[in-house]
């Protein structure tokens, strides 16, 4: 059986993340995954402690976690997110909290 060249193996490429992130002084890492005309899907790893700041949601997207534990929150709610878990960005300005060294995937619909 031969792999399709755009195959990613997720759970591998989120282990190479979190080594980044646990070396860089943002303590965080990105790679973009597949991105098209309307789409793109990023894997983000957070060391335990690490933030991405509040910014604003784009037309519509959904984070699934890969691995570890995060904490997704907007001004007046927040989510607890664990491994397995997948959920709607919500259509405010939100921001993401890694409570464990974690390993995210963001798909964005880009119009």
């Known amino acids: 059986?031969?792999?399709?060249?755009?195959?990613?193996?997720v759970d591998a490429a989120a282990a190479e993340l979190i080594e980044e992130a646990l070396r860089h002084d943002a303590r965080r890492a990105a790679r973009t995954l597949?991105?098209?005309?309307?789409?793109?899907?990023?894997?983000?790893?957070?060391?335990?402690?690490?933030?991405?700041?509040?910014?604003?949601?784009?037309p519509a997207a959904t984070l699934y976690i890969v691995t570890g534990r995060v904490r997704l929150h907007t001004e007046d709610h927040s989510w607890t997110l664990e491994r397995g878990q997948l959920v709607?960005?919500?259509p405010q300005?939100?921001?993401?909290?890694?409570?464990?060294d974690s390993a995210v995937l963001l798909t964005v619909a880009l119009h």
């Open 88 to 90: 709607c960005i919500p």
């Open 34 to 58: 597949v991105t098209g005309a309307s789409q793109r899907a990023t894997l983000i790893a957070l060391a335990e402690g690490a933030e991405l700041a509040e910014h604003d949601s784009p």
């Open 93 to 100: 300005r939100h921001g993401l909290s890694a409570l464990a």
């Open 1 to 9: 059986m031969t792999t399709h060249p755009d195959v990613t193996q």
